[in-house]
């Protein structure tokens, strides 16, 4: 028997409709987005007329074509007239998901003075004697650079730098809100190894630390190490580390569960990318013998 889908916030509706003011009429309405699957999650009044009222209902979706179903169920009822639509995730997206905001305020001539000239020289000045103050000096030591090149994103495969840019607007919201680490998306028009590794290189004084993001395999496996070696800041390509730091994570503790030892399990790698490549390294180094990709 197939499975179907969970309505979920990922196919997310806000539905504003204008309802005749009659007994059972909201009600109709729940029973249509029940029948056809959706999931509500809320009902707010938003204004009341003589003979109607206008409400903002949110319901979760399965997908976009559930999207569409929920909708043609609400606007077939007589009594309802669906004013517009909003898709909730796509409003998250308007305008960007992050912004650079200033640490300290400028209120008074003095605070310009020495946020910007002429009393910023004294700190630029400090840094050119010392170059290991840029750290504490300015942004450097937390922020991160987030870079791809669009050509491996989540399922998409080879989507492009502008359409990868909500995926690194993403990573750069979990380095803040769950590490407290700022950091902004970088996300380069091309798919050149050097051109990347050199981009990189040259951009890295601003950061502390870069995390390579949906690069295509193999492409990945050199820039990686180039960067490694070239440079004095940590390098982490976050398809192939990150993943294999949760599936080691997982492994460790199933084989708890079950009583078993590293060496005699049989552990299957189901494709043999980027993620695969990095998942069969660690669990090799954690003890693995049979492995089959």
Same mark, same amino acid.
């Given at each position: %028997?197939?499975?179907?889908?969970?309505?979920?916030?990922?196919?997310?509706?806000?539905?504003?409709?204008?309802?005749?003011?009659?007994?059972?009429?909201?009600?109709?309405?729940?029973?249509?987005?029940?029948?056809t699957g959706g999931d509500i999650e809320g009902i707010d009044i938003v204004s009341v007329g003589k003979d109607f009222l206008i409400r903002d209902i949110t319901v979760n979706a399965a997908s976009e074509n559930h999207d569409k179903e929920i909708v043609a169920s609400i606007k077939s009822i007589d009594g309802v007239e669906v004013v517009y639509v909003s898709d909730r995730t796509f409003l998250m997206h308007l305008g960007g998901k992050i912004e650079v905001?200033?640490? %300290?305020?400028?209120?008074?001539?003095?605070?310009?003075? %020495?946020?910007?000239?002429?009393?910023?020289?004294?700190?630029?000045?400090?840094?050119?004697?010392?170059? +290991?103050?840029?750290?504490?000096?300015?942004?450097?030591?937390?922020? #991160? @650079?987030?870079?791809?090149?669009?050509?491996?994103?989540?399922?998409?495969?080879?989507?492009?730098?502008?359409?990868? $840019?909500?995926? $690194?607007?993403?990573?750069?919201?979990?380095?803040?809100?769950?590490? &407290?680490?700022?950091?902004?998306?970088?996300?380069?028009?091309?798919?050149?190894?050097?051109?990347?590794?050199?981009?990189?290189?040259?951009?890295?004084? @601003?950061? &502390?630390?870069?995390?390579?993001?949906?690069?295509?395999?193999?492409?990945?496996? =050199?820039?990686?190490?180039?960067?490694? =070696? +070239?440079?004095?800041?940590?390098?982490?390509?976050?398809?192939?580390? &990150?993943?294999?730091? #949760?599936?080691?994570?997982?492994?460790?503790?199933?084989?708890?569960?079950?009583?078993?030892? $590293? +060496?005699?399990?049989?552990?299957?790698?189901?494709?043999? &990318?980027?993620?695969?490549?990095?998942?069969? !390294?660690? #669990? %090799?180094?954690?003890?693995? !013998?049979?492995?089959?990709?």
């Amino acid at each position: %028997m197939p499975s179907t889908p969970t309505p979920n916030a990922s196919f997310s509706l806000t539905l504003r409709v204008k309802i005749q003011n009659t007994p059972g009429k909201l009600g109709e309405i729940t029973t249509a987005i029940g029948r056809t699957g959706g999931d509500i999650e809320g009902i707010d009044i938003v204004s009341v007329g003589k003979d109607f009222l206008i409400r903002d209902i949110t319901v979760n979706a399965a997908s976009e074509n559930h999207d569409k179903e929920i909708v043609a169920s609400i606007k077939s009822i007589d009594g309802v007239e669906v004013v517009y639509v909003s898709d909730r995730t796509f409003l998250m997206h308007l305008g960007g998901k992050i912004e650079v905001s200033s640490k %300290m305020p400028l209120k008074t001539r003095s605070d310009l003075s %020495m946020a910007y000239t002429p009393g910023v020289a004294r700190v630029c000045e400090a840094i050119h004697r010392d170059p +290991e103050k840029r750290f504490n000096l300015t942004i450097k030591k937390n922020t #991160v @650079a987030v870079v791809s090149d669009g050509t491996a994103v989540l399922g998409l495969g080879n989507i492009g730098p502008a359409a990868a $840019m909500p995926v $690194m607007e993403g990573k750069c919201q979990l380095f803040k809100e769950f590490g &407290g680490v700022d950091a902004f998306p970088i996300c380069l028009n091309t798919k050149d190894p050097h051109e990347i590794v050199q981009t990189v290189k040259n951009i890295s004084v @601003a950061f &502390g630390g870069i995390n390579l993001e949906d690069i295509s395999a193999p492409r990945c496996f =050199e820039i990686e190490e180039r960067l490694k =070696e +070239e440079l004095d800041i940590p390098v982490f390509h976050d398809d192939q580390h &990150g993943t294999a730091v #949760v599936v080691l994570a997982a492994l460790i503790n199933a084989l708890k569960i079950v009583g078993k030892r $590293m +060496e005699d399990v049989k552990l299957v790698v189901n494709g043999i &990318g980027a993620a695969g490549v990095a998942c069969s !390294k660690i #669990v %090799m180094a954690a003890g693995v !013998k049979n492995i089959i990709g």
